[in-house]
């Protein structure tokens, strides 16, 4: 086939910092346009990147549409002036529906002066709501699901002068304005077949210099997938239309070819997975780590996203200590039976103290995420992951994150709110999302309110750090040595926190003095 080869732009959006209260929020590069362009390269496309985040790091400005949180990254206009003047395809991607509002801004400034390129979406917020992306009037196309080989199609496709219109894994507005959503694309089973992240077009270096990683910050640490998808289907989770049920782990071989390859080219010390749950196929895993071992790489990584905890044991907490992870956090979510059983957890409590007990066993750094505010949640089953949380800290658990409740697009709890008419896939809806730490947005809880909620959240945080503190204050000394001995290396959550809130904050907030004061 002869093509006509169109340009390309792939853009990330801007990034969000909130500057004030206990929430973290740290933008990463972003791994998935990465693969995109690889994939592009490798099939004859180059392309231009653009990271509206990544290349304007120190650029902070306040965000209209919410209190309390702050832009982070280029203007739309500074985007524009990136853009090759002859772009005939744009390739936007949307991970987390809170950035929503940020992506359309742009794709609207930048359809003013691309009015006939094609504006084409990818990620879970558009693959879990792609009627409504396409009727905000800024995207052409939204990419369903796993985004390679569709995207790749639609280049070769339109640059070819061919019809695109019964690719599978896409959703658009035909010519009448009805909603078109093709069959779905099967799922890649041979992921290695994929090139590695073309991490050579994307401000990299930006990212890891001023520290802005999901997890913690132990040193010089880049962005690494292991495995795609997640064969588990917990309500709240928007995984299943994204991935479906079908997980796939890499092979060990070629995952370690990819971080020796990426340790040697960036001279990073670490990796930072950004799986959904990399730790499921135990006997693959064990192939990982022993593989690891016994090429002595000199890294660490960590797995901040959290993970399955069925297949722990002694033999695989001490494997994996000595392979080099080094921070990382089930999720059990409640501490009550009930509220796992109406999200569809499927964990078993007993179980899962089980493996934190094999893990507590080893130098690994260990924390649990909690919710407080699903729609089942009462005083009693609150009252109950308290008792949890109590546990944790009594035993040693090295840090909790406690958030209150939110519906994600693409979630079956979303689904069911939006049938009850508690919530929209309006904008300002959206934008909310963002604000899971605070008394002030909404509860979705049928018997407490977002009030109640906030105190419960902050009980919670209290009663677990304070016994944390109490019984273990020696660890605690050891971490803040560590952090101001190894140019800011955080073995914990709460490291994190003393770093963005007394370092980062306040760099921040240099950046502009109207943004509001450090609380």
Partial sequence: MQYNPAVITLINHQGLKILKGIQL????????????????????????????????????????????????????LQVLERIPSETKIFGFTCLFSHCWPLVLDMANAIRAQFPNALF?????????????????????????????ETFLELVQKVSAEQNWKDIRGIAYLDDRGAFQKNLPRN????????????????????????????????????????????????????????????????????????????????????????????????????????????????????????????????????????????????????????ILKAIRKQIKLDEFIGAVKAVLKTSMSIGCYFVVGFPDDTRTTLKQSLHMIRKL???????????????????????????????????????????????????????????????????????FYVISFLLRPWRVIKNFIEFFTKQGVENTRYMRFFAELFVRRRKWLKSDPSLSPVV
């Fill in 25 to 76: 929020q740290s933008p990463s590069p972003s791994i998935g346009l990465a693969y995109i362009g690889a994939y592009l390269k490798k099939n004859g496309f180059n392309y231009t990147a653009v990271d509206a985040c990544g290349l304007a790091m120190n650029q902070i400005r306040p965000y209209a549409k919410l209190k309390n949180v702050s832009v982070q990254g280029l203007t739309n």
């Fill in 187 to 338: 799922r890649v089973t041979e992921i290695d077949q994929f090139p590695y992240p073309d991490w050579d077009s994307w401000p990299l270096e930006s990212y890891i210099q001023n520290s802005q990683v999901t997890g913690v910050n132990l040193g010089r640490a880049m962005p690494i997938l292991g495995s795609r998808g997640c064969p588990y289907a917990c309500s709240f989770c928007s995984n299943e239309g994204m991935w479906t049920r079908r997980y796939l782990m890499r092979d060990a071989k070629a995952l370690l070819n990819e971080m020796e390859y990426f340790k040697n080219k960036y001279n990073v010390s670490g990796f930072t997975f950004m799986d959904l749950t990399f730790i499921v196929n135990r006997n693959k895993v064990k192939t990982f780590a022993q593989e690891l071992i016994s090429r002595n790489l000199g890294i660490t990584y960590q797995i901040p996203a959290g993970t399955r905890c069925e297949a722990f044991d002694e033999e695989l907490a001490f494997l994996l200590d000595r392979s080099g992870l080094r921070n990382f956090a089930f999720a059990p979510e409640s501490g009550s039976e009930e």
């Fill in 393 to 463: 800290a009594w035993m040693g658990v090295h840090d909790v994150t406690v958030s209150k409740f939110t519906p994600y697009p693409g979630s079956a709890d979303f689904a069911a709110l939006e049938k009850e008419g508690k919530i929209t896939t309006k904008i300002e809806d959206l934008s909310a999302v963002i604000d899971f730490f605070s008394g002030s947005n909404a509860s979705y809880c049928r018997s407490l309110s977002s009030r109640q909620l906030y105190f419960w959240m902050l009980w919670l945080y209290l009663n």
């Fill in 120 to 148: 084409i979406l990818g990620g879970e917020h558009g693959t879990a709501i792609p009627e409504a992306c396409l009727r905000s009037g800024a995207i052409d196309v939204v990419v369903m699901g796993e985004g390679e």
